[in-house]
């Protein structure tokens, strides 16, 4: 089973990947203070609270990270599948 840290805030993104089979994990909306749970989960999925201005992150991790603004819940999974299953 993927295990997928959700950013808080995206509870219904939350919601619709644990009903398809994913491991769901609740991240605080600082991704920085969670870094130490990051390494047991395959990919993070995050809202715009760490974004700049400009749009940049500077979120850092091995593990893939999908930016959840605009997109569906469905459209998240779809990217999660590419994303994990390329790594």
Known sequence: MKKIGVEKGLSNVADYLS????????????????VTKCDNLDAIVMADYNTNMMGISDISTSIPVINASG?????????LDQKISKS
């Open 71 to 79: 997109l569906t819940a469905e459209e998240v999974k779809n990217m």
């Open 19 to 34: 009903s398809k089979g994913y491991s769901v994990q609740l991240l605080g909306e600082n991704l920085e203070k969670n």
